[in-house]
Nanobody
Framework: QVQLVESGGGLVQAGGSLRLSCAAS????????MGWFRQVPGKEREFVAG??????RTKYADSVKGRFTISRDNARVYLQMNSLKPEDTAVYYC????????????????????WGQGTQVTVPS
């Protein structure tokens, strides 16, 4: 059974930074792409960033390009968030791809098989 546990969320002033972390266990983490998504109550979940199993390819939503950076090591995936804005306020989820060795990052939520419980990020206006 795959388990994903996010941490690092919190309240930060506009312009500040946070680093989210997602610890994975249960199967060969290094074989799967990972993604970060976020959701605001009443809105659909949206893709934020993703990284391939190798770490060589990344993809970002236009709204976070240049501000957020996704990375990974052997057991965790990270999301470094800089220059935070009030519109970044959401619950952030990490997710693990359903397909091992996918060549590129998919932004489609249904392609991810496992999800964490989420961590709240709040940037007051």
């Amino acid at each position: 059974q795959v388990q994903l546990v996010e941490s690092g969320g919190g309240l930060v002033q506009a312009g500040g930074s946070l680093r989210l972390s997602c610890a994975a266990s249960g199967r060969s983490f290094n074989d799967y792409a990972m993604g970060w998504f976020r959701q605001v109550p009443g809105k659909e979940r949206e893709f934020v960033a993703g990284i391939t199993w190798s770490g060589y390819r990344t993809k970002y939503a236009d709204s976070v390009k240049g501000r957020f950076t996704i990375s990974r090591d052997n057991a965790r995936v990270y999301l470094q968030m800089n220059s935070l804005k009030p519109e970044d306020t959401a619950v952030y989820y990490c997710a693990e791809d359903s397909l091992a060795g996918r060549r590129d990052v998919t932004a489609t939520g249904s392609a991810y098989a496992y999800w964490g419980q989420g961590t709240q990020v709040t940037v007051p206006s």
